[in-house]
């Protein structure tokens, strides 16, 4: 009886997230005046025009392009930077390392908008305003933090004689650290990898406000969809149905990786 209950509430909470997800499908495949006309489980007259005009209109899939591209550029900049910077709070004591540790996670804690004005007037000033390096870059400032807090716990339970072996071995630092080190936290990476291109994707004012034209993001250019004549629900609901794929992507392929890290690192 106990098994049943369980399962029975299982369903009922994997329901509950389902449905906003799939009301957001049911308006993508309806027409405007359907949404605003009736209410309706299924679309009455199925059509994808809502998908066309988001896969040919360049202003439309440039975003998409636009998000991927710094998303990208974010994640292996945030990465290339945490992994030494773990190694050496994992590997080595000094003065006021345990302070700094602190001071480098506190700047996760902040919220985006206390860096708006700093970033914009120094993008400008430099010509990097409008750029996709622009927003990867300031995205740096909370998921650099991120990754060394998490990178460290996982190297943390990498035992230190692994690396004096290594060297004893004949192994020099750069040597051992990709070909022996890397590879035995590949879990704690991905688990790392899916965060940052999680917080990178969905964050909006840094992106909104450091772009205008060459490098908006998509969820910038949903707003687009409010005009004189109301809101385009159809293709505002299209918009937001292929923003979830992405990360449904990167959720498929790191699951392994992320159920390893919730029993192992700091996630």
């Known amino acids: 009886m106990r098994f049943q209950k369980k399962y029975i509430g299982l369903i009922a909470y994997i329901f509950f997230l389902l449905v906003p997800i799939y009301w957001l499908l049911n308006m993508s495949l309806k027409t405007n005046a359907e949404i605003l006309s009736t209410f309706s489980l299924f679309p009455n007259n199925l059509t994808f025009d809502n998908y066309l005009t988001i896969f040919t209109d360049p202003s439309w ?36 390392d345990k302070h700094l540790f602190f001071w480098l996670f506190t700047n996760r804690m902040a919220p985006p908008a206390v860096f708006l004005l700093p970033y914009f ?23 650099v933090p991120l990754a060394v807090w998490i990178l460290e716990g996982f190297m943390s339970g990498v035992p230190k004689e692994m ?13 051992f650290f990709l070909t022996i080190f890397i590879p035995l936290i590949r879990a704690g990476i991905g688990v790392t990898a899916f965060f940052l291109f999680m917080f990178s994707w969905v964050e909006l004012l840094l992106a909104r406000t450091l772009t205008t034209v060459n490098a908006k993001p998509i969820a910038a250019i949903m707003t687009r969809t409010v005009s004189a004549a109301g809101i385009d ?3 505002l ?25 919730f029993a192992l690192g700091r996630v």
């Not at 975003?63 to 590997?91: D, E, K, M, Q, W």
């Not at 937001?240 to 992507?249: R, S």
């Open 121 to 143: 007037q120094l993008y400008s000033s430099i010509g990097l305003f409008d750029t996709h390096i622009a927003v990867a870059l300031a995205h740096c400032v909370f998921n």
């Open 61 to 96: 899939y440039t975003g998409y392009l636009n998000s991927l591209t710094y998303v990208t550029l974010n994640t292996v900049i945030s990465l290339l930077a945490a992994l030494p910077a773990a190694y050496a709070f994992s590997r080595y004591n000094f003065l006021g």
């Open 163 to 175: 690396d004096e072996t290594a060297f004893l071995d004949g192994y020099s630092f750069p040597r």
């Open 237 to 261: 609901a299209a918009a937001g149905i292929l923003t979830i794929i992405p990360g449904a992507l990167v959720i498929w392929f790191v699951r392994k990786h992320v159920a390893k890290g």
């Open 233 to 235: 629900w159809g293709l």
